[in-house]
C-alpha cells in the first residue's frame, strides 16, 4: 500500500485597506516538493528461497517429537509460492481437529455467502398492541451495548428499541417480548459435544436469536443456558419495560416490521469468528452455510453444507466428517492436508475471495487466541507466526501461516490428538515448532 502525497499551495487573503489606504495583500506559501513514497506494507520478495525440505525436517521433527506431544503430531508444511510440500508427517490421517475446524467453515461461508452481505434481526408486531416478536435472523453479535464490547460493527439493541418506539402507536406500553428462534431448527447441541460444553465459558446452545454471542455479561466468556430469552430480555430493558413478559413463540406471517438492524459484513464475521475462535458466531454462519445451500439450518445441514461448499471449491473433502462448524465436536475428522489446502488456497488466490481467512488468523504474542502465546523466540520476527488454534481434552492444534527468515510464506498445520497435560506444555510445544518454522532459513 502506497501513501500518496499531496503538494498543496496556501492561499492566505487580507481583505479591506490597509493603515496606508493600500489595496488588499495577498500572500501565498507552497509546501516543498516530496519524493516518491516508500511503502508502508511491502510485499514478499519473489525471489525468496523455499525451505530445503531436508534441512527443515531435522529442525521440525524433534520439536514435534517433544514429551509434552507424546509423539503424536499429524503436521504437514506447504510452500505457498510454488505450492510444494515441504515437510508431511501423516498429514492425510484423519485427526480431531478442535477449532482449526473453523478454517473449513470460514472457507464455506466465503465461497457461498456473498462476504458483503449481512445478518438481519427484526421486531415485528405481536398478536396484541401490547405484544411485540423478536425474530431472530442468526445474528449473536447484536449488541446490549454500544458499540459492542467483543463485535466491532455490531448492530445495538438500543437501535432496534429505538425504532420499535418510533414504529408503536402513541402511549402503546409493551407487556410481553416473544422471542421466534424458528430460522434455526433440530437440537441446540451437537453430537460429540459434552453436557459441560453449553452452556459453558466457551459455547452455548445454537439458537438463531442471541445477545453478545450468548455472553451472561458483555465482554466476559460466561455463556448463557438461554440465549433466546436472554435476547428477549435485553429488548425488553431497552424498550423501558424490564418486567414484561418474556417468552419464546413465532411472528405471525406477515407481520408489520416495527424495526430491523443488521450485522457487519461477513466477512468481518468470518475474522471475528477465526481470531477470537468464537463457537457460537462458527455455528451461525455454518447454519447460514445450509441455508443458502437449501438445507436445514441444524447441525446435521450445517455439517454437509460446509462439506459440500468445500468439495465444490475443489478441496478433496474424502476423509472429512463433521458434525459441527466450530469443532467442538470430538466426533469432527479432518486431516492436516486439508487444513493446509485452505489456507494456500486462501494465500494464493485459488481459493477467490477467501483472503479474510488470512486476516482473521491470529497474530502470535499480539491478539486472538495467541494474545500471550508464540512470541517468546528473539529468533522470530513480529507477526511473522499467524494461527489458528484448537484446543479440546486430549487435542492441541495449531494451523495458519509463517513467514521464514528468509521472507517465504508457508502454510502449516500442526494437530496432536491423545495428549494428557493440562494444556501449556502442549501449546508451549507447537509455538516452538511454529517458531522454528518463522526462524528458518533452512536452505
Same mark, same amino acid.
Given at each position: 500500500m502506497l501513501v500518496a502525497a499531496l503538494v498543496v499551495t496556501g492561499v492566505v487573503v487580507w481583505s479591506g485597506d490597509d493603515a496606508a489606504g493600500e489595496p488588499a495583500a495577498q500572500a501565498t506559501a507552497a509546501l516543498p516538493a516530496v519524493g516518491e513514497p516508500d511503502p508502508v506494507l511491502a510485499a514478499l520478495s519473489t525471489e525468496a528461497p523455499a525451505p530445503d525440505p531436508d534441512v527443515l525436517a531435522t529442525r521440525l521433527a524433534p520439536l514435534l517429537g517433544a514429551p509434552a506431544l507424546l509423539g503424536g503430531v499429524s503436521a504437514e508444511v506447504v510452500d505457498v509460492a510454488g505450492g510444494q510440500t515441504l515437510f508431511d508427517q501423516e498429514a492425510g490421517d484423519p485427526v480431531t481437529p478442535a477449532s482449526t475446524a473453523k478454517l473449513l467453515t470460514a472457507v464455506a461461508a466465503l465461497t457461498t455467502l456473498d462476504p458483503a452481505d449481512t445478518l438481519g434481526t427484526r421486531v415485528v408486531a405481536g398478536a396484541t398492541p401490547d405484544e411485540v416478536v423478536l425474530v431472530g435472523g442468526g445474528d449473536p453479535t447484536l449488541s446490549t451495548t454500544a458499540p459492542s464490547l467483543t463485535y466491532p460493527g455490531a448492530a445495538t439493541v438500543a437501535d432496534l428499541a429505538d425504532q420499535v418506539r418510533a414504529a408503536l402507536p402513541p402511549g402503546t406500553t409493551v407487556a410481553r417480548v416473544v422471542v421466534d428462534n424458528s430460522l434455526f431448527e433440530g437440537p441446540l447441541t451437537a453430537e460429540g459435544w459434552g453436557p459441560e460444553d453449553a452452556p459453558s465459558s466457551y459455547a452455548s446452545p445454537v439458537t438463531a436469536t442471541a445477545v453478545d454471542g450468548a455472553r451472561l455479561t458483555p465482554g466476559e466468556n460466561q455463556r448463557s443456558g438461554q440465549p433466546g430469552t436472554d435476547a428477549g430480555a435485553a429488548l425488553a430493558a431497552a424498550l423501558g419495560v424490564p418486567r414484561a413478559t418474556v417468552q419464546l413463540g413465532e411472528a405471525a406471517e406477515g407481520a408489520a416490521t416495527l424495526g430491523s438492524v443488521r450485522s457487519a459484513p461477513v466477512t468481518r464475521? /468470518?475474522? =471475528?469468528? !477465526?481470531? =477470537?475462535?468464537?463457537?457460537?458466531?462458527?455455528?451461525? !454462519? #455454518?447454519?447460514? /452455510?445450509?441455508?443458502?445451500?437449501? !438445507?436445514? #439450518?441444524?447441525?446435521?445441514?450445517? #455439517? =454437509?453444507?460446509?462439506?459440500? #461448499?468445500l468439495e465444490e471449491a475443489g478441496v478433496d473433502v474424502s476423509d472429512v466428517e463433521l458434525y459441527d462448524g466450530s469443532g467442538l465436536s470430538r466426533l469432527d475428522l479432518v486431516t492436516p492436508d486439508v487444513l493446509t489446502d485452505l489456507v494456500t488456497g486462501a494465500a494464493d488466490g485459488s481459493l477467490a475471495g477467501t483472503s479474510a481467512v488470512l486476516s482473521g488468523l491470529a497474530v502470535a504474542g499480539y491478539d486472538g487466541t495467541l494474545f500471550d502465546r508464540g512470541d517468546d523466540d528473539p529468533a522470530t520476527a513480529p507477526g511473522a507466526v499467524r494461527g489458528k488454534t484448537g484446543t479440546l481434552l486430549g487435542v492441541h492444534a495449531l494451523a495458519g501461516t509463517v513467514v521464514t527468515a528468509d521472507g517465504r510464506l508457508l502454510a502449516y498445520a500442526l494437530v496432536a490428538n491423545g495428549t494428557s497435560g493440562g494444556g501449556g506444555p502442549e501449546e508451549a510445544a507447537l509455538d516452538a515448532a511454529a517458531s522454528a518454522l518463522a526462524a528458518c532459513g533452512c536452505s
Open positions: 464475521l /468470518v475474522e =471475528q469468528a !477465526l481470531s =477470537q475462535s468464537d463457537n457460537l458466531l462458527a455455528e451461525s !454462519l #455454518a447454519r447460514h /452455510v445450509a441455508l443458502a445451500r437449501g !438445507l436445514p #439450518a441444524t447441525f446435521e445441514g450445517s #455439517a =454437509q453444507a460446509v462439506t459440500d #461448499a
